[in-house]
């Protein structure tokens, strides 16, 4: 049962927000004081809800975008965000793109891994379980980062249990 149900939609609506995401959402859930594998669970769900829209939609977002001199900026920041990764998501395709989302740093993550699979054209089973394994992982590393390496043992010890 959920602790404190409050701080669970805290972290998973946090971690939907881009650039944001879990990366910022677990640290949040260690300082509201949720026990790590809500922190982890609330982030990784809140991470993962938007992708499966991104890569269905986007495309045609981005081209009404193109059309409106409004949204100039947001249609250059996006062609540029994209641009910026696609070589290093081109060269491995989709273990090219989970460890480009599973890095927890600034400009990688589940948004923009969704945007590049997308501009890319890759086939969406691919492009889902590739986000979706580099979700699991960054949620590992930041839930180990947040709380601390009693926290390590404690995932690896819950993974196992889990999976076994």
């Known amino acids: 049962?959920?602790?404190?149900?409050?701080?669970?939609?805290?972290?998973?609506?946090?971690?939907?927000?881009?650039?944001?995401?879990?990366r910022g959402a677990v640290p949040v859930g260690a300082a509201l004081e949720l026990p790590w594998y809500e922190a982890y669970i609330a982030a990784v769900?809140?991470?993962?809800?938007?992708?499966?829209?991104?890569l269905l939609f986007i495309r045609h977002i981005h081209a009404w975008?193109?059309?409106?001199?409004?949204?100039?900026?947001?249609?250059?920041?996006?062609?540029?965000?994209?641009?910026?990764?696609?070589?290093k998501v081109l060269q491995y395709?989709?273990?090219?793109l989970l460890i480009?989302?599973?890095?927890?740093?600034?400009?990688?993550?589940?948004?923009?891994?969704?945007?590049?699979?997308a501009f890319l054209d890759m086939r969406l089973r691919?492009?889902?379980?590739?986000i979706v394994g580099g979700v699991l992982i960054a949620g590992g590393i930041m839930t180990a980062a947040s709380y601390g390496v009693a926290g390590i043992f404690e995932y690896l010890v819950w993974v196992?249990?889990?999976?076994l």
């Open 45 to 54: 769900l809140g991470n993962l809800l938007p992708v499966p829209f991104i």
């Open 65 to 87: 975008l193109e059309r409106c001199r409004y949204f100039l900026r947001v249609v250059d920041f996006i062609n540029e965000k994209v641009r910026k990764h696609t070589n």
């Open 100 to 117: 480009f989302v599973a890095i927890p740093l600034p400009g990688t993550g589940a948004w923009t891994g969704a945007l590049i699979a």
């Open 1 to 22: 049962m959920i602790q404190n149900i409050q701080h669970f939609y805290y972290v998973f609506l946090i971690s939907m927000v881009p650039v944001i995401e879990l």
């Open 93 to 96: 395709t989709r273990w090219g």
């Open 160 to 163: 196992l249990e889990y999976f």
């Open 126 to 130: 691919t492009a889902l379980l590739a």
